[in-house]
C-alpha cells in the first residue's frame, strides 16, 4: 500500500501538537523540496571526480589524482564551486522544507549545517591554526548534517502514521544505519591513513555511499509521496491521517 495522506485546506493550529500542519507545505512542494535533496545526494559524490577529470582533460592537464582524498577535499581542487554551490543548494532546499513541526526544525538544523559546510572549508594540507579550527568546523557541522538526515529516514520516513509496503520501511531503516555506520569507518580510515596510496580513497568511498544512501531516501520519500497525490497532483495542504497506521 502506497502511503496514506489526507489533503486539510484549512487546518486549524495546535501548538500543543507536534505534528500540526498548519504550517505544511502543499503536496507539490514538499515533493519538489525531498526529490532537490535526493538528487544532490546521488549526483553530488559522481559529479565531484568526474568534474575534476573533464577540467584537467579540456586544459590539458595530467588526469592523475582527480579523485578528491575526501569529497570535503574537492574545496582545493577544479570542481570547489560544484562542491559549495551544491552545498549552497542542499541547504536552502532542507531550510524551505515545510512538513509538520519535528521535520521543520531538523530541516532547518541541516539545512544550516550544510550552509556552514560550504562556507567553512576543510583544512588544506600544512593549515595555519586559524585554517585548522575553521576545518574542525567543518567536520562537526558535517557529521551533524549527516546525522540529522540519517534521522529523517529512520523517524520521519518510517512514519508509523502513514501505511507503506514493508520492504519500503526498512530501505529507509537502512538507509539510516548505514549513513552513521559509513560515518564511522571514514572517521577509521582518516585516523589510520588507511588507503591513502590507493586511486579511491576509502574516505571517499565510505562518504559516497552515506551520501547516497540520503540521497536515495529522499528520492524515494519524494517518489512516495507524487504516488499518493495521484493524477491530479492535487495541491492541497501536506498532512497524516488522524487514526495512526501501525507497521
Partial sequence: MIPHWRAVRTPSPDPSDPTDPSGSQDERTVTFLRLGVGLIGILLPVALPLGNW???ELRGLSTNGYWPASMSGAYYS???NVFVGSLCALGVFLVCYRF???DDRWSTAAGACALGVALCPTSPPNPTAFQATIGAVHLVLAALLYIVLALFSVYSFRDPRYERKPWVARGYLAAGVLIPALLLLA????LTH???DW???PVYLCEWLATWAFGAAWTGAAVELAAAAGPSGSRATVAPTADPAPQ
Avoid at 187 to 190: P, T
Fill in 54 to 56: 573533464l577540467f584537467a
Fill in 78 to 80: 577544479s570542481t570547489r
Fill in 100 to 102: 509538520d513541526r519535528r
Fill in 187 to 190: 572517521a577509521v580510515a582518516a
Fill in 194 to 196: 588507511l588507503g591513502t
Fill in 199 to 201: 586511486p579511491i580513497r
